[in-house]
């Protein structure tokens, strides 16, 4: 009997090609980059299991060349890139990678709070030009980080585990979401509505998935409505926030600053937001751990290995 054919979109971590059961084939050699269009219909096509990445867009129209195709395991939490009714119209399994990245998001989070606050990446450019003249009193005074109240729009795996570490700068947690969560012992987040949580948030951390109702959850309305002192920062999804109202609400000192892994039209960066001194961006590195994301493609193995064998993927999510 032929081995089932797998078709993987991008280069995974070596330790996932290496747990790739022999009992599969391969249909082309996973590269750094993005396949084109022609190569995902052929590899869709052929494919009777298929590992893909948040980059690619899996539609309806890509989606009617799966003619054997049973999952798509997605390299990822989030999973709007799929069109998830399109799969399941087909009788195609869709899964994510829960869980396993939640700590590594939640530490590059607080990398970002730290480094907008503090001017670390402005600081670091000016000593590599040479020109920085030694110590002065006023020199690039940023903004205290400790004590201050750190606000949270999606307090999910990820929102919870980024309110975790606020207990070591003595940081009060407010947030906002659908649901109330429980509190770790000796520790109070206070759950508020979201104008509550724009108007009294130091520092604003957006942690939802991309969906109809979130996109542009934050923009002209929202960015007036936060202090000018406080700091936003997204781990999340890019069209979360309207780029065009971030940028003029920086440009215009409506906030403090803002910390960016992604981005609205990503990979795509506004060359306004390029010039910008009071902000941080980084190549989307939220879960850009060896260890993160090799646990992530174990995970696609593993969803893949269940559904080819008749059973449920252990993370469905359609």
């Not at 890509?62 to 087909?90: C, E, F, M, P, W």
């Not at 994510?96 to 989070?109: G, I, M, Q, R, S």
């Not at 109240?149 to 975790?164: E, F, K, P, S």
């Amino acid at each position: 009997m032929d081995r089932p054919a797998l078709y993987i979109t991008r280069l995974l971590p070596p330790p996932v090609l290496e747990a790739i059961p022999q009992q599969y084939r391969l249909l082309t050699s996973p590269s750094d980059d993005p396949p084109t269009v022609t190569e995902l219909r052929q590899g869709f096509a052929e494919a009777d299991a298929v590992i893909c990445t948040l980059s690619d867009r899996i539609d309806a129209s890509l989606l009617s060349h799966a003619t054997r195709l049973k999952i798509i395991a997605n390299y990822a939490v989030g999973y709007n890139n799929i069109d998830v009714v399109a799969a399941a119209q087909r009788g195609i399994v869709v899964s994510n990678t829960p869980d396993v990245l939640t700590e590594a998001t939640a530490d590059l989070t607080w990398a970002l709070l730290l480094a907008v606050a503090r001017r670390v990446a402005e600081g670091d450019r000016w000593v590599r030009t040479g020109t920085w003249p030694g110590w002065r009193p006023t020199q690039m005074l940023g903004g205290e980080v400790s004590g201050k109240t750190l606000g949270i729009i999606g307090m999910g795996r990820i929102g919870q585990a980024v309110a975790r570490r606020a207990v070591g700068f003595g940081m009060p947690v407010i947030y906002a979401g659908r649901h109330a969560v429980v509190s770790p012992p000796g520790v109070a987040w206070t759950q508020r509505s979201l104008p509550e949580v724009l108007s009294e948030s130091d520092f604003l951390s957006l942690h939802v998935p991309l969906t109809d109702a979130t996109y542009h959850l934050i923009g002209r309305q929202e960015l007036p409505a936060m202090k000018p002192t406080s700091f936003l920062l997204n781990t999340s999804r890019g069209p979360v926030i309207d780029e065009t109202e971030l940028i003029a609400a920086l440009e215009a000192g409506t906030i403090a600053g803002a910390g960016l892994d992604v981005y609205e039209q990503e990979p795509v960066v506004s060359s306004r937001l390029l010039t910008l001194p009071n902000v941080v961006l980084l190549p989307h590195l939220g879960s850009a751990t060896l260890e993160t994301r090799v646990r992530m493609g174990l995970v696609c193995v593993k969803n893949v290995a269940a559904v080819l064998d008749g059973r449920t993927a252990p993370n469905q999510v359609r």
